[in-house]
């Protein structure tokens, strides 16, 4: 087998049968089986697996093992043509077509199943991958256990998709349905940023940096900007996103998780459901807006109107397909949040995100203080603040802006900025998210997964929010395709003497100071 990394620092997975719920599907085909076979060349799956497709649609194994590498093809880094192995990889994956709503299929599955189990010797541990609309998670789990597909040895866990019910009534209901079958413990709740790179590196560049942790507070920090942007539309996702809205899409997730990550306290060991439990803590003390003119003062939602991208013109929201031509639902939202605990007691976290804007970025800033004014350099100059950005997307890596004596013999202070790449140093090798979660769900770790109260607490946060929305309190505020977003989402920061702070590559005026002295450059 064609393995990049030595096998040896890697721990395959135990053996294990993947039910993949909605085979033919696009998470699948995009994320799912890459991230299997990138495993496999990596080692980091166990010979002894097998991956059951299901769909409702019919297919045959050879269909479906030519579905297979059309997929990997197209969007593995690694690639099948010319893998010797190929056949040997593809002969663990099988299909069955499944009705879901009746249990006749799943009986029939459990012999399937028992029969892979059987001829790859894998001891019956079985993983459920659920990539289906949120309404079906119920009564796959009953019947996967009225199926008798729990019965055998091992262990057996659910992986699920986002979203995870559309308010905390619906979520709740849903986790009730899901309990009956199957432990807390059982159930891995995906979070696709929670498996990104750099969202991951938050906490070691935290907790492993003399220089940072001591600084990580209301004393040095004046604000955290959370921006998750996107140049996209809603493309063909019209139905689910205009009942869902940016706040539910992006905000009640990706966007909580990752202020938890920034605001957490070290947990007391590397151990999954310590590390959850202060996550669970931050999200336990976020404000909450109490009437619905908190919501209105430190919430702005927007949506796209008809503008223009990098020259192309940009159809409304309102005009995208399934879109109702009348719809109020927010395709971007900007709040101010604070986390009302001792370290963070006064210090704001802006986040942002949106449909249609400029760049696909997803970057964390921490703005720290001013130095107190220092007459010798007041006088020549004013300093801009420190800056600690980590780049999650497009580019991933961690830059340091400070100021410096401008090189050479005319005085001055000059931004200059510690830039790290580190997709620069690990290329295209850098594991996708996708693949990184479904090998920890494969190895049952389950640190990157949402436990359930914090999916609860997000909820409650996010539904005051809606609930002012629905009292008609948060106008909806329109803005060009391909602009920042509306007004008063930068006049959210004004008001505190801040604004956002560009994203995506350098800083204008800044000198990057890579591992080389910048002796002789000058700004540009
Ligand atoms: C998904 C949202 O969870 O995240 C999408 O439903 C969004 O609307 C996507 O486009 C963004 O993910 P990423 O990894 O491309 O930033």
Redesign the pocket.
């Known amino acids: 087998m064609n393995t990049i990394h030595s096998a040896s620092v890697l721990r395959a997975s135990e053996g294990v049968v993947f039910f993949i719920f909605g085979a033919t599907g696009d998470l699948a085909r995009r994320k799912l089986f890459p991230a299997l076979y990138s495993m496999y060349r990596e080692g980091k799956l166990a010979e002894n697996f097998a991956v059951i497709g299901l769909a409702r649609r019919s297919r045959s194994n050879e269909q479906f093992r030519h579905d297979l590498h059309a997929s990997i093809q197209e969007f593995c880094r690694y690639k099948a043509d010319g893998d010797d192995n190929w056949g040997t990889f593809s002969d663990h994956f099988h299909y069955m077509s499944l009705d879901i709503n009746h249990v006749d299929g799943f009986v029939q599955l459990r012999g399937l199943a028992d029969k892979l189990d059987e001829q790859f010797q894998i001891g019956g541990n079985r993983l459920f991958y659920l990539a289906l609309a949120p309404e079906l998670f119920g009564s796959v789990s009953y019947n996967l256990k009225s199926g008798g597909l729990l019965q055998a040895e091992g262990w057996k866990r659910l992986v699920i998709e986002?979203p995870f019910g559309y308010d905390l009534a619906s979520a709740e209901k849903l986790n009730e349905q899901i309990r009956e079958v199957f432990r807390e413990e059982e159930v891995y709740r995906i979070d696709?940023y929670l498996g990104k790179e750099m969202v991951q590196n938050i906490e070691v560049v935290r907790f492993a940096n003399a220089f940072f942790e001591p600084l990580w507070n209301n004393k040095y920090i004046a604000n955290i900007q959370i921006t998750?942007s996107?140049t996209?539309g809603v493309e063909e996702r019209g139905g689910y996103y205009d009942h869902s809205g940016a706040l539910r899409?992006?905000g009640q997730n990706?966007m909580l998780q990752m202020v938890t990550m920034m605001a957490m306290e070290p947990p007391s060991r590397l151990h999954p459901e310590d590390i959850r439990d202060e996550k669970v803590k931050v999200l336990r003390s976020l404000r909450a807006y109490m009437t619905d003119e908190d919501v209105q003062a430190n919430v702005v939602r927007g949506q796209y109107a008809a503008g223009m991208h990098k020259g192309k013109p940009l159809p409304a929201y309102r005009a995208e397909e399934a879109v109702p031509p009348d719809s109020n639902t927010e395709t971007y939202f900007a709040a101010r949040v604070y986390v009302d605990n001792f370290r963070w007691a006064g210090v704001p976290f802006y986040v942002r995100t949106g449909k249609r804007l400029p760049a696909k970025t997803?970057e964390v800033v921490v703005e720290f203080k001013n130095m107190p004014d220092n007459i010798y350099f007041s006088q020549k100059t004013s300093l801009e603040p420190n800056l600690l950005v980590f780049r999650v997307?497009p580019n991933e890596g961690i830059y340091l802006k400070m100021n410096a004596k401008r090189p050479g013999s005319q005085w001055g202070i000059i931004p200059i900025a510690m830039d790290f790449t580190q997709s620069a140093e690990a290329g295209i090798n850098t594991p996708e998210a996708y693949e990184r979660l479904l090998y920890d769900a494969a190895r049952g770790d389950s640190t990157y997964f949402t436990r359930w109260d914090e999916v609860a607490l997000a909820w409650k946060f996010v539904d005051r929010i809606e609930q002012a929305w629905k009292n008609g309190r948060g106008e909806l505020y329109l803005y060009p395709a391909g602009s920042w977003g509306p007004t008063p989402a930068t006049e959210l920061l004004d008001r505190d003497g801040f604004r956002w702070w560009p994203v995506n590559g350098q800083r204008e005026g800044e000198v990057v100071w890579v591992s080389s002295a910048v002796e002789g450059k000058e700004p540009h």
């Open positions: 986002k696709h998750l996107e996209v899409d992006m990706h997803t997307n």
